[in-house]
């Protein structure tokens, strides 16, 4: 994704591409006032949708992103958190805080992510670390929340037991207090006074500890199961008792066949550990994994990325659904485009955007709840959104790429803008072999490149905002993006090659066609620009071609004869869960229900080998071993990898339209 790999991907300035580095030597002398930035206007969210976070930030759940052992009750903001003491009899004692999914480095705690339900009623995981192994589970009963941490069967790195420690404090400055009273913590605070009760017996658990804990705790050394609860004390069975039952209601609650099963509880729970609340706006949403948020202040959200989780969430909380692709919108800058990224301190991609998903998303949500003021909420940024695209990132009639650096706040920290590497991203496709050797305009800000699959993205785009317009009774624009998407169409068609039966990439500066391909040169499925004939060639001869997509793991994110598959290096070669859905969608577009089934087959088998053996939702996924943990450079729990096992859901549930 664009930006967050620019620092791995140095190389990427290749021989072949023009690249304008602007002067940021100077840049970098500028005096900044402040780690945030300037503060632009949002409109305010209608009343439907201020209903709906208010309903998302209440009650108990894995809120905080800096910790997936981290309970927090909204809104007062009061935290209880889980960490772990390595005890030894000589030096080597350490202290696990904020434990997250995913870290790779030496030593670094194991999290193996269990069962996490929409509004956190359940969740579980299991963590190794030190040697020791153990299972941290949560529930509901009523307003209250019940913790179990209990040790598993482990080969530790020391003779002592390990001390469990439950802290308990107030985060992002609500107001609160927390006192150890004989065996309670008393808490005062927005909502008013709680008890907080362990199970926690002897005198040794009152032991004095010296580590970093920010307030009052229970602490006792693991050797058996230490139960937590809020509200009144209960016992350790009373407590295993409330797990058992909430754990059983979720495992209840997904009564689809036992493949579509296992890929909806893998969504329910990528997306359950990657929701957050985040502070700054006061919001509930989800980004992408927990490691990226936090390596960006907080959170981070990716254009694309966060209108897929939207996407996802529809199979089980409308609520978040709304959220994900509403938040995103309101990051839209004052040009009149959603940005790349937006992250904490209000720092945005000003120069570029991404991929335009937002519509078909958009309406794919209203089609499956019917929330008019949804519609109305999401068409005015997204019109603007669309105009944009036409008046700034048109040439010679085709959709191009592109990075303006002067776009205020320019951010001093992002090499990119202005560059070759900065339109490259704005396609989301980071080190894409597509765009090697292209030509970056230091004048126009555009990448002199006819992009297939940005174009057909587009018309999709247009397409789908001209049903909203008429849904809302605007003819005047239902008119306009129609014609709007029937001039990009005909742009796509001068692109199709009848000698290779496909549309290909055009470089405007040479005036040469391209001859890679991607699954974007597919996306014309998903705009309608093929016809039904041109469909079954590009199938037939390009799709199923072993030669070049298809096979036991599919599909690449270059064709497999491509000289820069081999490399497997994140777009250049690996498989993807945006890209396989979005193709997915186009094939739906046409009667290949064979071909249909087959792909969403193989998409799910790769999804689920990985899910089932270690519970990871991959980044991207090595096209020539279906492995995600091969590289470092796939995160091990994001959440759009669970698009593969998606289009299978899609697949079984809802026929082609």
């Known amino acids: 994704m664009p930006l967050r790999h620019g620092f791995r991907f140095v190389f990427l300035f290749l021989a072949g591409a023009l690249v304008c580095l602007p002067d940021f030597h100077a840049q970098a002398t500028q005096q900044v006032s402040s780690h945030l930035a300037p503060a632009t206007p949002v409109p305010a969210p209608s009343p439907q949708y201020r209903a709906v976070q208010q309903r998302l930030a209440r009650g108990w759940n894995t809120w905080d992103v800096h910790s997936v ?27 696990l805080r904020n434990p997250l999914i995913g870290r790779l480095e030496p030593g670094a705690e194991k999290v193996t992510p269990g069962p996490h339900a929409w509004d956190g009623s359940f969740t579980s995981l299991r963590i190794d670390w030190k040697g020791h192994s153990f299972a941290v589970e949560s529930a ?6 019940v913790l179990l941490v209990s040790p598993l069967p482990s080969h530790p790195a020391g003779a002592l037991p390990p001390t469990v420690v439950f802290s308990v404090n107030f985060l992002w400055n609500r107001p609160g207090t927390a006192v150890v009273q004989g065996k309670v913590i008393q808490t005062r605070g927005g909502a008013g006074t709680m008890s907080i009760y362990c199970t926690c017996a002897t005198e040794r658990d009152a032991q004095q500890l010296t580590v970093p804990i ?30 058992l039952r909430q754990q059983k209601a979720l495992h209840n609650s997904l009564a689809d066949p036992p493949q579509s099963s296992q890929i909806l509880d893998a969504i329910r729970t990528a997306l359950g550990w990657d929701t957050i609340y985040e502070p700054e706006k006061q919001r509930v949403f989800s980004p992408v994994s927990r490691l990226w948020s936090v390596s960006w202040g907080g959170y981070v959200l990716f254009d694309w990325d966060t209108f897929f989780a939207a996407t996802m969430a529809s199979t089980g909380d409308r609520d978040l659904a709304y959220a994900d692709a509403l938040e995103t919108l309101r990051e839209e800058t004052p040009e009149g485009f959603v940005p790349n990224y937006a992250r904490a301190g209000g720092w945005k991609s000003s120069d570029r955007s991404e991929p335009p998903v937002g519509a078909i998303t958009v309406l794919g949500l209203y089609r499956r709840y019917h ?34 650096p002067a776009n205020p706040p320019v951010n001093l920290d992002d090499s990119s ?10 396609s989301g ?32 785009d247009c397409d789908a905002l001209a049903q909203m317009a008429t849904l809302l009774e605007k003819p005047v624009e239902a008119r306009e993006l129609r014609d709007r998407a029937a001039r990009y169409r005909a742009a796509l068609a001068s692109l199709w090659s009848p000698q290779l039966g496909i549309f290909l990439n055009k470089d405007l500066h040479t005036g040469h066609l391209s001859t890679r391909l991607s699954p974007t040169n597919f996306y014309p499925l998903l705009a309608r620009a093929a016809t039904p004939a041109q469909a079954r060639i590009m199938i037939q001869k390009h799709l199923r071609n072993p030669a070049e997509f298809w096979g036991r793991w599919v599909i690449p994110s270059i064709a497999r004869n491509d000289p820069a598959f081999h490399d497997q290096n ?21 009667d290949e229900p064979a071909v249909r089934r087959d792909f969403a087959q193989k998409s799910a088998a790769l999804f689920l080998q990985g899910w089932q053996s270690k519970g990871h939702v991959h980044e991207n996924y090595n096209a020539i071993t279906g492995s995600g943990d091969d590289v470092a450079s796939s995160d091990r729990f994001y959440h759009w990898g669970a698009l593969l096992g998606y289009v299978e859901v899609l697949e079984q549930s809802s026929p082609a339209q």
């Open 69 to 95: 052992t981290t309970q927090v009750l909204l809104p007062s903001g009061l935290a209880i958190h889980v960490d772990l003491l390595h005890n030894t009899t000589e030096g080597g004692d350490a202290f």
């Open 417 to 426: 803008r202005g560059t070759w590497q900065g339109a490259v991203f704005e």
């Open 214 to 243: 920010p307030g009052p705790y229970f602490a006792a050394d693991l050797v058996s199961p230490v139960g937590l609860s809020t509200g009144r004390p209960r016992a350790l069975g009373e407590i295993q008792r409330i797990l």
């Open 570 to 590: 994140y777009w250049r070669g690996r498989i993807w869960g945006p890209m396989n859905y979005l193709v997915y969608l186009g094939l739906r577009n046409y």
């Open 140 to 145: 509901h009963d009523g307003p209250d929340l």
């Open 429 to 460: 496709l980071d080190n894409s072999p597509m765009y090697d050797g292209t030509t970056y305009n230091p004048q126009t800000h555009l990448l002199e490149f006819a992009d297939v699959g940005m174009t057909s993205l587009y018309v999709a």
């Open 371 to 404: 929330d008019r003021w949804f519609l109305g909420d999401a068409f005015q940024p997204l019109l603007s959104w669309n105009r944009w695209w036409d008046q700034h990132r048109s040439l010679q009639g085709y959709i191009v790429l592109g990075s303006d």
